[in-house]
């Protein structure tokens, strides 16, 4: 059999013929190494092909990055089939015609001078020769910096899909959809805009009204399933009509009279977790492959945001599991009513340490908790968890004064290798015989550097219990730790709180504290669970900032029980 007469050359001859080519050739790998490029590929990228083989292409040529082609090269490899391009190339100053093919794992690209455009100057947004070149170019990089620059801002999910949706908008589409696929592979969020604020209705009415699966989200499967842009030059009616169950919502759909979209799968990190429908309109023309490629580039730079704050809303999620699985309800001993309440930061903020604890010890004594571990991570919520059971289980076994289970605690948590700082108050709510007749209580208390205990009376006044601050657990330092005590009469209420409640809207500790104590003032005939809610809700109406637990014990009279 015959072979084609290239294969009879010897590959020296070959690898010489490429090196004196006119035409610039690279080609590039899976992980956008140079494995090859000739002198002329060199020359009109204005680099040194010594530089350039063996090499990241963006470490070699960094001003490549967010040119328009960059967004070739990507599109070439994102769609798989032989692509082309003319346009302006800023970082070398000169205008370039190119085709791209992937074949196999590596990205082939021919590129030439394109000497039929003009030396200097315009090209419109597509790339041709027109009205503006380099100030198109220069355009398209402020739109795609705008996108990175927009989505780092939040690490909430659902935000940044809307974001991308109103990126898409102003340079891309009439109007757009972001669809996210859920944890559990079913549908996931959405978000969507409209270039026309008149316009924004009718999208509102079709995205909530709309059918889903009937058959006119194949185009949005497809590119789900392959990773690649889907473009649709036109709109087939007959496909949407089956998913346009009301009039209303029939009526709000031709409203939008889309003609054509492109679908742009969203992917990072090897996953295909979401896509941005490019949705045009009326006389607006269907997509040029320059402005496929800036949607690529676009939605890539928002694939990766949007996977951070997937994998940040996980991480969240694991940590407030975590930390709401250990703060269980508290004990109803005889004429002592315990209320808790735990609220975690805001979904700006990871889980933080902050903790709460009651229990009756073997001697008859109630034990109160109130704890917060140093950081806002998983890993916090576990030093926490740590932290809450060597104080449950060194007050149990052992009933000593709070001053001696913190130091037995600190002792454990040292030769542990606890490796962070938390700060704790421990209080014991004792009744001697001789006060039981008289439904008189005593507190007993120690802190470790944490906030102090309020006690709210029958009569509405508060006191602050403070006292000299002593030593963090977790210092690997032996210090003395001192009991205090306070008598408990009946119908007062104890409340022991984190920073997070009294630091709210980033106040000093004092300034904190004197809100606090305004806003218990009037509460002693509030129920106790009640007087717990009106205090976050006064205090922290919206997003917290911090993690907050708050720890709350009513004294009711013995004749009560």
């Known amino acids: 059999m015959s072979q084609p007469p290239a294969d009879r050359l010897p590959p020296a001859w070959l690898a010489a013929a490429m090196e004196r080519l006119p035409d610039g050739v690279a080609v590039f790998d899976g992980d956008w190494t140079i494995r090859y490029a000739n002198p002329a590929a060199a020359r009109l990228l204005s680099a040194r092909a010594a530089e350039l083989a063996g090499r990241n292409l963006w470490i070699a040529l960094p001003e490549v990055a ?33 085709s791209a093919e992937l074949v196999g794992d590596l990205l082939q690209v021919c590129f030439r001078e394109a000497a039929d455009l003009p030396t200097e100057g315009p090209a419109d947004a597509t790339g041709e020769p027109g009205a503006g070149g380099e100030d198109a170019d220069r355009d398209r990089l402020r739109f795609l910096a705008e996108v990175s620059e927009a989505l780092i801002t939040t690490l909430d999910r659902g935000e940044s899909a809307g974001q991308l949706a109103e990126l898409g908008v102003r340079r891309l589409a009439d109007w757009a959809v972001v669809l996210l696929i859920g944890e559990d592979g079913g549908p996931g969020e959405e978000a969507w805009a409209h270039r026309d604020p008149a316009r924004r209705a009718d999208l509102d009415t079709y995205m909530t009204g709309r059918l889903r699966g009937p058959g006119d989200d194949a185009a949005m499967v497809d590119a789900l399933l392959t990773g690649e842009p889907v473009q649709l030059p036109t709109i087939e009616q007959a496909l949407v009509a089956p998913s346009l169950p009301t009039e209303a919502v029939r009526e709000a759909w031709r409203r939008l ?135 449950r289980t060194l007050a149990y076994d052992r009933p000593d004064s709070p001053a001696r289970t913190l130091t037995r605690v600190d002792r454990v948590l040292t030769g542990l ?35 102090p205990p309020l006690l ?28 205090h005590e306070a008598p408990l009469e009946p119908g007062v209420t104890l409340l022991l709180v984190t920073d997070g409640l009294v630091e709210h809207g980033r106040v000093d500790i004092d300034t904190g504290l004197a809100r606090l104590i305004g806003e218990l003032t ?9 007087l717990c809610d009106r205090l976050l809700d006064r205090i922290v109406p919206g997003r917290a900032d911090d993690d907050i637990a708050l720890l709350a014990v009513r004294c009711h009279p013995e004749e009560d029980g």
Request: aromatic share 6%.
């Open 417 to 451: 290798g606890f490796g962070t700082l938390a700060t704790a108050l421990v209080a014991r709510i004792e009744q001697p015989a001789h006060q039981a007749r008289t439904g008189h209580r005593t507190l007993r208390w120690s802190s470790a550097g944490h906030l």
């Open 456 to 483: 709210l009376h029958p009569d509405g006044t508060v006191a602050l219990l403070d006292s000299a601050p002593e030593r963090l657990l977790g210092l690997d330092e032996p210090t003395v730790r001192t009991d």
């Open 66 to 98: 967010g040119s328009v082609f960059h967004s070739f090269l990507l599109h070439a490899r994102t769609v798989g089939t032989p692509v082309t391009w003319r346009g302006f190339y800023a970082p070398a100053g000169r205008w370039l015609s190119a």
């Open 257 to 391: 009279d889309a003609t054509s979209c492109t679908i742009v799968p969203l992917r990072a990190r090897g996953e295909t977790f979401g896509a941005l429908a490019l949705m045009n309109a009326g006389p607006r023309p269907p997509h040029t492959e320059i402005e496929i490629a800036t949607a690529v580039e676009a939605a890539r730079r928002g694939a990766l945001a949007l996977d951070n704050a997937r994998l940040y809303g996980r991480q969240q999620k694991v940590a407030e599991t975590l930390q709401r699985s250990l703060l269980t309800p508290p004990p109803q001993p005889d004429h002592l009513q315990i209320a808790v309440r735990y609220r975690p930061a805001s979904a700006h903020a990871l889980v933080g340490g902050d903790f709460y604890d009651a229990f009756p010890q073997p001697d008859g004594a109630t034990l109160l908790v109130v704890g917060d571990v140093a950081g806002h991570s998983v890993e916090a919520a576990a030093a926490m968890s740590q932290l809450r059971s060597a104080v």
């Open 522 to 530: 009037g509460l002693a005939d509030v129920p106790v669970d009640e």
